[in-house]
């Protein structure tokens, strides 16, 4: 199977830390518009919470429940240029809590 090497996979997956401010939060400096953002708080115990382009930013799903999806308007509620913005839950940004968000550009409709 042919395949084709990133050079450059900052351009296509990019990590970032963060700290929650409790109210509507925009996080930059993923250096692309992400399609696929992973969050997880790292100072305190709660759900990972996934976000897709395909689904919708207030659309989450978890990797650590039984829940398949829901709508989710205190999450993630925008993939931005360079980030996404976040608005005021606990497990995405709670006030002076630490979160880890692994982010993918990985096409923003089915089969794109």
């Known amino acids: ?6 050079d450059n ?20 400096g993923v250096g692309f518009q992400p399609d696929f953002t992973w969050i997880k708080v790292r100072s305190e115990s709660n759900n990972n919470e996934l976000y897709d382009a395909v689904r919708g930013a207030t ?3 978890y990797s650590d429940q039984n829940n398949a999806e829901d709508t989710n308007s205190y999450g993630l509620t925008s993939f931005d240029s360079d980030g996404f913005t976040v608005s005021t839950g606990n497990a995405v940004n709670k006030n002076t809590a630490t979160y880890v968000s692994w982010n993918w550009k990985a096409g923003n409709s089915a089969g794109s």
Do not use: C, E, Q
Not at 9 to 28: E, P, R, V
């Open 9 to 28: 996979s900052d351009l296509h997956f990019n990590t970032k830390l963060y700290t929650g401010t409790g109210s509507s939060n925009s996080i930059t």
């Open 1 to 6: 199977m042919a395949y084709t090497p990133v």
């Open 59 to 61: 659309k989450r799903i």
